[in-house]
């Protein structure tokens, strides 16, 4: 995989990338360009969109709140969204938003809020965490940016799995197990598609915890001996399923 330059400052575009076209800007992205980073006509920076791969671009045209930029070549190609889903029982604003740029960082292909019984937020807001998403992938060096799905109730997820996704195994972290190293579950398992799923701070009901364990495709795994924030075990579930059956071996 060729490596990121961090040297230069990245911007995520929707619209398709092309050696040799020249693109209108958004407002606001032309502000973050021409006022807040102060660029003019000639710098150099780097675009991606999540289909394309990475680009070399420069400003073509600086006005005073429209920017055209010139995009000049591939620094990287596109590679595929990883097989692995992060579903969640959303937490408050702030956390929430910590927890999906990590999800992100830590190589997500998918981002899915789940409301559960003990849930606490009762809503979400898509389009931050989209721009959450986005902010992560830029900062990052990421170009295979998750999509933000639809919130789901849990009942529904766990009762259209088996026709939706039929191959996916779902890995649902729960402090009932009799093993403490998450280890001793995910070597067992065969390398295929996955979701995680981590439940809401007050943990996820006994009847939730009955209905899970009880569906042929979900995995039960526990995140060690200690009692983690959400945000925390998010962070920590990812990290070693990635490290075993992920994209980190």
């Given at each position: 995989?060729?490596?990121?330059?961090?040297?230069?400052?990245?911007?995520?575009?929707?619209?398709?990338?092309?050696?040799?076209?020249?693109?209108?800007?958004?407002?606001?992205?032309?502000?973050?360009?021409?006022?807040?980073?102060?660029?003019?006509?000639?710098?150099?920076?780097?675009?991606?969109?999540?289909?394309?791969?990475?680009?070399?671009?420069?400003?073509?045209?600086?006005?005073?709140?429209?920017?055209?930029?010139?995009?000049?070549?591939?620094?990287?190609?596109?590679?595929?969204?990883?097989?692995?889903?992060?579903?969640?029982?959303?937490l408050k604003m702030a956390r929430?938003?910590?927890?999906?740029?990590?999800?992100?960082?830590?190589?997500?292909?998918?981002?899915?809020?789940?409301?559960?019984?003990?849930?606490?937020?009762?809503?979400?807001?898509?389009?931050?965490?989209?721009?959450?998403?986005?902010?992560?992938?830029?900062?990052?060096?990421?170009?295979?940016?998750?999509?933000?799905?639809?919130?789901?109730?849990?009942?529904?997820?766990?009762?259209?799995?088996?026709?939706?996704?039929?191959?996916?195994?779902?890995?649902?972290?729960?402090?009932?197990?009799?093993?403490?190293?998450?280890?001793?579950?995910?070597?067992?398992?065969?390398?295929?598609?996955?979701?995680?799923?981590?439940?809401?701070?007050?943990?996820f009901s006994e009847e939730e915890?009955?209905?899970?364990?009880?569906?042929?495709?979900?995995?039960?795994?526990?995140?060690?001996?200690?009692?983690?924030r959400a945000d925390t075990a998010?962070?920590?579930?990812?990290?070693?399923?990635?490290?075993?059956?992920?994209?980190?071996?």
């Amino acid at each position: 995989m060729h490596r990121a330059d961090f040297r230069l400052q990245r911007l995520f575009l929707r619209m398709p990338l092309n050696v040799g076209s020249r693109l209108e800007v958004t407002r606001d992205q032309a502000n973050y360009l021409l006022n807040v980073l102060r660029m003019q006509s000639g710098d150099v920076f780097l675009v991606f969109n999540g289909h394309d791969g990475e680009w070399r671009a420069s400003i073509a045209e600086a006005g005073r709140r429209a920017c055209v930029i010139s995009i000049d070549e591939q620094t990287r190609p596109q590679y595929p969204l990883s097989d692995l889903h992060y579903l969640f029982a959303p937490l408050k604003m702030a956390r929430l938003d910590y927890m999906v740029q990590k999800a992100v960082e830590m190589g997500a292909g998918a981002i899915r809020p789940v409301f559960t019984r003990h849930t606490q937020a009762g809503r979400v807001n898509l389009e931050r965490m989209e721009a959450n998403v986005v902010e992560a992938a830029e900062q990052c060096g990421i170009l295979a940016v998750p999509p933000v799905r639809e919130p789901v109730d849990l009942k529904h997820l766990i009762d259209v799995w088996p026709g939706a996704e039929p191959e996916r195994r779902l890995l649902f972290c729960d402090e009932g197990e009799e093993t403490q190293n998450p280890l001793d579950v995910l070597r067992d398992l065969e390398p295929g598609p996955l979701a995680v799923l981590i439940g809401p701070e007050g943990g996820f009901s006994e009847e939730e915890r009955i209905v899970l364990r009880s569906r042929p495709f979900v995995t039960p795994i526990p995140l060690g001996p200690r009692i983690l924030r959400a945000d925390t075990a998010a962070v920590a579930a990812l990290a070693v399923i990635q490290a075993t059956l992920g994209d980190w071996r």
